[in-house]
């Protein structure tokens, strides 16, 4: 009987202690996720080019990012910490799971947006780099009906057109910013099996099977809206856009060789190399 009773005062006293505190998994501190390992040297110099690259282009200025896969873990991203991209280094670069967790972030402030990539890398395996940016030239194709449409071979990855993420859709009146795993979400699904997605009265994310394609994309992307806005603006009647077709061959031909020139030259002038 006296077992009995310790038994029962002791059940007890946990049962109050859970609805107190709750589980006891839940009032100890998160578990940082394992690191992937080491990052290849050249994979970690590419990155750190590719934020330099999109500053040197006028795609980002103190705002925007760029990430890629870590080559040791498809469950593993690498993205600097918040820091405006032409500024980034090496000791800059912290890793992350694919919920946006980092894995060494110690102490060093993160963006606040970096949900738009987790939630891209965890719904298109195809890509391995991602890119955020705020590109002047495209808010109007995000604000407006006229579509965004291929203007000329370089852009031949829009394709048919982009999709547009409107936030209010998913989360009501927020500060526009995509800083949580829900509204990642969101415009992962909005992205679909596209190359980029417009983000209304925000920016754009565009995305690559490797960081030249994601960069390059996202140069192209914004001298296409550019010349786009251009061409309208001459009124001079009907405008001959990419034929779908043509569209899709370029993607078939390799997409301009994997931006393999262009990325050349970019990543020796942002390296100094």
């Not at 590719?50 to 080559?71: C, K, M, P, W």
């Not at 690559?208 to 061409?231: D, H, I, K, M, W």
Request: glycine share 8%; hydrophobic share 40%.
């Amino acid at each position: 009987m006296y077992l009995a009773r310790r038994e029962f005062l002791t059940r007890s006293t946990l049962l109050t202690a859970g609805i107190l505190f709750g589980p006891a998994r839940l009032i100890t501190a998160q578990q940082t996720p394992a690191s992937a390992g080491p990052i290849d040297p050249t994979l970690l110099e590419d990155l750190i080019a590719a934020n330099r690259i999109l500053a040197q282009e006028g795609i980002v200025d103190a705002f925007g990012h760029v990430s890629v896969r870590h080559n040791r873990n498809p469950n593993r991203f690498l993205l600097s910490r918040s820091l405006a991209p032409a500024l980034v280094t090496a000791a800059d670069i912290i890793e992350y799971d694919l919920d946006s967790n980092a894995v060494n972030a110690n102490g060093r402030a993160q963006y606040s947006e970096r949900f738009i990539h987790g939630e891209i890398y965890k719904a298109r395996p195809d890509v391995n780099a991602v890119t955020h940016c705020h590109s002047a030239s495209l808010i109007p194709f995000g604000v407006t009906s006229v579509p965004l449409r291929p203007m000329y071979h370089m852009a031949g990855f829009i394709g048919e057109g982009l999709p547009i993420f409107d936030i209010r859709k998913t989360a009501g009146m927020t500060d526009m910013l995509v800083s949580d795993s829900q509204k990642g979400r969101a415009l992962a699904q909005t992205l679909g099996n596209k190359t980029a997605v417009l983000m209304r009265g925000h920016g754009v994310a565009v995305v690559g099977p490797a960081l030249p394609f994601a960069v390059g994309r996202s140069v192209y992307l914004e001298l296409n809206a550019r010349v786009q806005a251009q061409t309208m603006a001459l009124g001079g009647g009907q405008i001959t856009y990419l034929d779908p077709e043509e569209a899709r061959k370029i993607m078939e031909s390799g997409e301009n060789r994997s931006y393999e020139r262009p990325w050349e030259l970019w990543k020796k002038k942002a390296l100094g190399k």
